[in-house]
């Protein structure tokens, strides 16, 4: 079962949820695997503190041009077919801007003098380890690479070995967000009852119905705003799986990077109780 | 004319809010909303529409079923994991490389411009908005938060305003990377929790990277007394200057359920805050000015 937490929003809780989630399933013997897949700002790792035990640099292939064989100014082709301004023509011969490339091979399989060969543009690491009984893979971007995505997929790739997984994703609905919930079984979305909460809730909405994937919605900071989530989840029949109040203590305990679970009473039957009502809605999910 | 962009790394730290803020106090400005994908400046600057347009980006693979042998060499060949077996595009995953529509022995693959979103040039009680929305699931955020900051400046230009203020997006990739290049000054918001200065570390890199001057602001600040000092620490440490603390208050939740900027809504105590900040930023741009 692959667990896709996602917001809209940055800031609801997405980590907080899926950090405290992970640990009591955790301790019930669930052995989930956490994947952290924002990996432009990775904060899983401040919660759980795993020791990573293992670290692989993730690169993606981008043209290198041979010159002696390249045809330059008299072809053109590569730098023509480009949808990405990836290759240029400079002083009569093939340049590339390797930040731009998206890896996608046009060049090569176009080129007629088989002129383009392949390097390496470094995105970042993925790392893993242990702790509080789980499994923690991240990912952590090179700070200077615009492109998350390839790196989030070798994230969920190496996540791949757990049957319980709980994907921590990036905020937003753009590409990074659809490439950490694609291939999820469920998308518990986290919100918070104010208007930016709401309005970006509706825009993660729309995201996992376009992506066709079974939702429930968690009200993080319950009390520190209105209702008018909660009114929009009962107008669009969109279940509420758990509604977790705001507390200083509990900002606090976060803002030391300390679980909630561990750190406050109640947490760990409030999220026992979230991982039923999750459950539950699966499986009304898969029986309708 | 100055852009300043408003960033974080993490996401949820006020940067919206305290853009709502400035806009409040700040002569002379354009805004520009560049958290396209989860736009909410329009939700406390009421803005009214005064043309839309549709932001058409990169493009989508289309198979024409009456000209498709299946072969599958699209399939094959795709390294987005594009194309599903009957065969069919998947847009979620396409790329617009065109690799399809080239190897195709039938020419059965159209690449179709694509209609990713729009974009909005709207009058505020502050002055000029810039903003957009993403189609949610969407390609090219990055092209559409340059969209939306080049119309800014243009409008500034064309208006005479000095100051183009543009609300980014949490991270610190591509999008941001739009936001960044070519500003003159990033106000990093950050909250004093240990997530928050592992990805404000990360965010202030990428500024220098591109060469763009820092001011750090600490939201919530009484949070916790210990975090924000490491935080101003950091910034010492840094050699980033700060542009000041603003306390945790509900007030600022309570201005934006109102729809209004926490400046408008406790003019009293916010106005002369905001004014604060402001001519810290002031000051960051004329030292900027000066090192040129």
Redesign the interface.
Same mark, same amino acid.
């Given at each position: 079962m692959r667990i896709a937490i996602a917001s809209?929003?940055?800031?609801?809780g997405k980590?907080t949820l899926a950090v405290n989630l992970a640990a009591v399933l955790a301790e019930q013997g669930l052995a989930p695997v956490l994947a952290d897949c924002?990996v432009?700002?990775p904060?899983s790792h401040?919660f759980l503190a795993p020791d990573w035990t293992s670290e692989k640099r993730v690169t993606q292939p981008v043209p290198a041009i041979d010159v002696t064989t390249c045809l330059g100014a008299d072809c053109r082709r590569c730098v023509d077919?480009c949808?990405?301004k990836a290759l240029i023509l400079m002083a009569g011969e093939v340049m590339t801007f390797p930040e731009l490339c998206?890896?996608?091979?046009?060049c090569a *399989? =176009?080129c007629p003098a088989g002129a383009v060969g392949w390097t390496e543009r470094d995105l970042g690491v993925v790392r893993s380890g242990q702790a509080h009984g789980l499994r923690v893979v991240g990912g952590l971007?090179r700070?200077? /690479?615009?492109? &998350?995505v390839p790196l989030i997929r070798e994230v969920k790739h190496e996540a791949d070995t757990g049957a319980l997984q709980i994907w921590d994703c990036?905020?937003?609905?753009?590409?990074?967000? %659809?490439a950490s919930l $694609?291939g999820a079984d469920y998308a518990l979305l986290v919100t918070e009852p104010? &208007? +930016?909460g709401l309005? !970006?809730l509706t825009? &993660?909405v729309?995201?996992v119905r376009?992506?066709g994937l079974p939702f429930g919605v968690a009200l993080n900071r319950a009390g520190?705003?209105?209702d008018r989530v909660e009114r929009y989840l009962d107008k669009e029949g969109i279940p509420l799986l758990a509604s977790l109040p705001y507390s200083l203590e509990a &900002? $606090?305990a976060?803002? !030391?990077?300390r679980l909630l679970v561990e750190a406050l009473p109640g947490m760990r039957e409030a999220y026992t109780e979230l991982w039923l009502a999750l459950r539950q809605s699966l499986d009304q999910e898969v029986t309708s | 004319m100055k852009q300043i962009v408003v960033l974080s790394?993490?996401?949820?730290?006020g940067k919206?809010s305290i853009v709502a803020g400035l806009a409040s106090i700040m002569p002379s400005l354009v805004l520009a909303d560049c958290d396209?994908?989860?736009a909410?400046l329009h939700?406390?600057t009421q803005p009214k529409i005064i043309t839309r347009h549709a932001f058409i980006s990169? *493009?989508l693979a289309r198979i024409d079923e009456d000209k498709c042998s299946g072969c599958l060499l699209c399939e094959q060949?795709c390294? +987005?994991g594009a194309i599903s077996p009957e065969p069919r595009v998947l847009p979620?995953?396409c *790329?617009?490389?065109?690799?399809c529509a080239?190897?195709c022995p039938n020419e059965a693959i159209v690449m179709e411009p694509r209609h990713c979103g729009w974009w909005y040039e709207s009058h505020t009680r502050f002055g000029i908005l810039v903003h957009a929305s993403?189609t949610?699931? =969407?390609?090219n955020?990055?092209r559409l938060v340059t969209t939306v900051r080049r119309m800014a400046v243009d409008l500034a230009e064309e208006q005479g305003c000095e100051y183009v203020l543009v609300d980014g997006?949490?991270?610190?990739?591509?999008? %941001?990377?739009a936001s960044l290049t070519g500003a003159d000054l990033a106000l990093l918001v950050a /909250?004093?929790?240990?997530?928050a200065l592992?990805?404000l570390k990360?965010?202030h890199?990428?500024a220098r990277?591109f060469h763009v001057p820092c001011l750090v602001l600490v939201n919530k600040a009484d949070?916790?007394q210990e975090?924000t000092r490491e935080i101003l620490d950091f910034c010492a440490r840094s050699g980033v200057p700060v542009a000041g603390e603003i306390p945790h208050d509900?007030i600022f939740?309570q201005a $934006?359920?109102a729809?209004k900027s926490v400046v408008e809504y406790a003019h009293d105590t916010e106005g002369p805050r905001f004014g604060r900040i402001w001519e810290s930023m002031r000051a960051a741009l004329g030292r900027s000015l000066v090192r040129l």
């Open positions: 809209g929003k940055g800031g609801t980590t924002d432009e700002e904060n401040v077919l949808r990405f998206h890896g996608c091979g046009l *399989e =176009a971007m700070v200077g /690479e615009p492109m &998350a990036p905020p937003g609905t753009a590409c990074p967000a %659809v $694609q104010t &208007a +930016f309005h !970006d825009l &993660a729309a995201l376009e992506l520190m705003g209105d &900002a $606090q976060g803002a !030391d990077g | 790394g993490k996401g949820g730290t919206t396209v994908d989860a909410d939700l406390v990169g *493009e060949k390294r +987005f979620e995953h *790329e617009g490389c065109g690799l080239y190897v993403l949610p699931g =969407a390609e955020s990055g997006s949490p991270g610190i990739g591509c999008p %941001v990377i /909250e004093p929790t240990v997530s592992h990805d990360r965010v890199e990428l990277h949070l916790s975090r509900p939740t $934006q359920l729809g």
